[in-house]
């Protein structure tokens, strides 16, 4: 028997951390990561005595950000690659500098792990203990992000992370045909209830929305995640020849440019660079008062525009009837992207320490839209993905639905459970054995 504890990601998007142990006790733990609110944010609590290997799918700090909390006795391989390790290190130690809450490590236990991480290469299966193997696989959500597949006491496992079978301009999708047969899954669920249109489609009406507001002189901000997603939006831009003034701000400025240094994880570098050689990198705060005027697009953090450089730029785009802001990424209740989605006003209570008592509420006088670039597989996908693995015959073929809200997840596996599959979304803590 192999025992699987769920120790964060159930039933929510966050503190995504998964540990495996075999018979003998051998214990490896996938992603490690952190909540973005509340007073709980690190994983449930465990005994992680025994623990020979730490993988991680992504960088994302759900799945990374609670690592170095594993460093500060320990010295365990890290399994992971070039590009995750990099971003892992931008986005822990902006997120240690920018927080309120008082994270229970620190650099020096990000240093740690970086000296303990071994690169990985996607297929190459490696040992972690007699009996326990880890793979990575390609999962196709950002740059780097793997699919890991585990070999425990003759049981094989797989764990999704967060996969997009999708066709995206920034890297290949997620890789499923050479998988081979399995146990049980483990799956994100995040979008499994909901349907992404159809991206060809999609990339038309954006760059269409585009070339009208710069057409009649407005200038366009589309806030984007910094990881991954303002280097998509660059490219649809590159892909559909827009000739006008881009810039790139904040986070995104800094991914971009460590993309270039990891070519190999990025599908296509050639037109990766050039499209950055047409945009101009904001490194001046001075010149941003030019800039909210250039008649341009301008590509900058975050997402939700709950802080970052976007917030820059917003007071006089939001009322300029030419200009336009554009999001690209789902935008989750109560934050400032959302309000301005469904009131059509700008609301930023701003708590960060380096900024306090720094409050906005601005109604919308430009045009403002939300294009469904999503880095993750919508419910049809996560089917097809599904139904194209191979699991063992004989074999109880469980199915666990993480990493997504509490309706998602379980409607995913009762909807697999229909199936005929052994499915359920556990709950943080649980413990099952397969
Ligand atoms: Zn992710
Ligand atoms: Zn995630």
Do not use: W
């Not at 407005?218 to 827009?242: C, H, M, N």
């Not at 109604?363 to 993750?376: E, I, N, P, R």
């Amino acid at each position: 028997m192999v025992s699987i504890s769920f120790l964060g990601g159930c039933r929510e998007v966050g503190r995504s951390a998964v540990l495996v142990e075999s018979k003998s006790g051998i214990k490896c733990m996938l992603d490690y990561g952190i909540r973005f609110r509340g007073e709980e944010r690190l994983p449930y609590s465990t005994n992680i005595e025994n623990l020979k290997a730490i993988a991680l799918t992504h960088s994302h700090i759900d799945h990374s950000g609670g690592l170095p909390l594993l460093y500060k006795t320990k010295k365990v391989p890290f399994f992971t690659n070039s590009i995750s390790l990099a971003m892992t290190e931008i986005l822990i130690k902006d997120m240690i500098k920018i927080s309120n809450y008082p994270y229970p490590f620190g650099y020096r236990e990000f240093d740690y792990l970086k000296q303990n991480s071994y690169f990985l290469k996607n297929g190459t299966r490696q040992k972690i203990a007699d009996n326990f193997f880890i793979t990575f696989i390609n999962a196709g959500h950002i740059p780097g992000s793997v699919s890991i597949l585990l070999e425990v006491d003759h049981k094989t496992i797989l764990y999704s992370g967060d996969i997009n079978t999708q066709i995206s301009n920034l890297i290949h999708s997620a890789n499923y045909m050479d998988i081979p047969e399995i146990d049980t899954l483990i799956i994100e669920s995040t979008y499994a209830l909901r349907k992404h249109p159809p991206r060809e489609q999609l990339e038309k009406e954006f760059i269409e929305k585009i070339m009208n507001v710069i057409d009649n002189g407005g200038t366009v901000l589309i806030p984007a995640f910094g990881v991954a997603r303002s280097q998509e939006a660059l490219l649809i831009l590159e892909k559909y020849d827009y000739k006008g003034k881009i810039f790139i701000d904040g986070l995104a400025r800094k991914i971009s440019k460590l993309y270039l240094d990891h070519p190999d994880f990025i599908k296509n570098i050639k037109s990766f660079r050039n499209a950055l050689n047409k945009a101009q990198f904001v490194t001046r705060p001075k010149t941003r008062a030019n800039i909210k005027k250039s008649n341009g697009v301008i590509i900058s953090p975050s997402g939700m525009l709950k802080g970052g450089a976007a917030i820059e730029y917003i007071q006089s785009i939001l009322v300029d009837p030419l200009s336009a802001i554009y999001l690209v990424g789902y935008q989750v209740e109560g934050t400032p992207g959302r309000n301005l989605l469904d009131e059509g006003i700008f609301e930023l209570k701003e708590s960060r320490k380096n900024k306090p008592n720094f409050d906005l509420r601005i109604v919308a006088q430009c045009d403002y839209d939300y294009f469904d670039f999503s880095s993750h597989s919508d419910g049809i996908h996560i089917h097809d993905y599904i139904e194209n693995l191979n699991f063992k015959r004989n074999a109880n073929s469980d199915i666990f639905c993480i990493h997504g809200d509490n309706k998602s997840t379980t409607s995913l596996a009762s909807e697999l459970v229909n199936k005929n599959y052994n499915s359920v979304a556990p709950e943080t803590g649980e413990i099952y054995q397969v």
